[in-house]
């Protein structure tokens, strides 16, 4: 079974700076995706950013940048010029190509928060 | 486009009743996912209906059960409501099932049980 790590429950961030989050994933699966989804207080789950393991040009998506690095199994978020509405929880997920439909795999969340 | 609506949003229960959770998904879409949300277990997938049939199942005892309808409309069965079902049920829809098609979350429904 594929299960996904995020070792840091809380992290903090000054308005404008970057930082950058951390996830790692275990799978003896060559298929699959992953994916940043930000759970605000409203906790509508919302997708940030997604990535095919078969891609090897990390996504990007505006502010938002992954570092994905299949072999070391890691998968981390950096966000930049950080804003005050990117305070929220994020969740790492993976989902297999292969066997499970569209069933997400989470990770435990990191709750981030922007100081102004 | 409308988004995902779970009604009702917030629902208390007494332990030993039985609690049914509905999800409407996009306009189109023919997948739904449950998840179960805790703070102490995370986040856990519940199950997929996909042309309402269970495409896929997560680790949770016979109690919990689904279905879909023909319009794609899913429910969520939960019996014999025991103290530790108290979470947030979120559901997701997607065109289809599995591949590269994004998931999209409705707001969740808090239920609560005493």
């Known amino acids: 079974a594929q299960t996904v790590t995020q070792s840091q429950p809380e992290m903090s961030v000054q308005e404008a700076e970057t930082v950058t989050l951390s996830c790692t994933y275990d799978?003896?699966?060559?298929?699959?995706?992953l994916f940043w989804y930000k759970q605000p207080p409203s906790r509508q789950m919302i997708l940030v950013i997604r990535?095919?393991?078969?891609?090897?040009q990390n996504a990007t998506e505006n502010r938002f940048s992954v570092n994905f690095q299949k072999a070391a199994k890691s998968f981390s978020l950096k966000i930049s010029d950080s804003q005050l509405g990117d305070a929220a929880m994020y969740f790492c997920?993976?989902?297999?190509?292969?066997?499970?439909?569209?069933?997400?795999?989470f990770g435990e969340g990191t709750q981030l928060t922007v100081n102004p | 486009k409308a988004g995902v609506t779970q009604t009702p949003r917030y629902l208390i229960k007494t332990r030993g009743q039985q609690v049914t959770l509905s999800c409407s998904p996009i306009?189109?879409?023919?997948?739904v996912s449950w998840y179960q949300q805790t703070p102490g277990q995370g986040l856990q997938f519940l199950f997929e209906?996909?042309?309402?049939?269970?495409?896929n199942k997560g680790n949770f005892p016979g109690r919990f059960s689904g279905r879909q309808f023909s319009n794609s409309r899913s429910e969520m069965n939960v019996s014999t409501l025991e103290l530790g079902d108290s979470a947030l049920y979120l559901c997701?829809?997607?065109?289809?099932?599995?591949?590269?098609?994004?998931?999209?979350f409705g707001p969740g429904t808090r239920l609560t049980v005493t």
């Open positions: 997701a829809s997607s065109l289809i099932t599995g591949y590269a098609y994004e998931q999209y």
């Open positions: 799978t003896s699966e060559s298929d699959y995706y």
């Open positions: 990535q095919e393991a078969y891609k090897q």
């Open positions: 997920a993976y989902r297999s190509e292969e066997t499970s439909g569209s069933r997400l795999t």
């Open positions: 306009s189109g879409h023919r997948s």
């Open positions: 209906y996909f042309s309402e049939t269970q495409r």
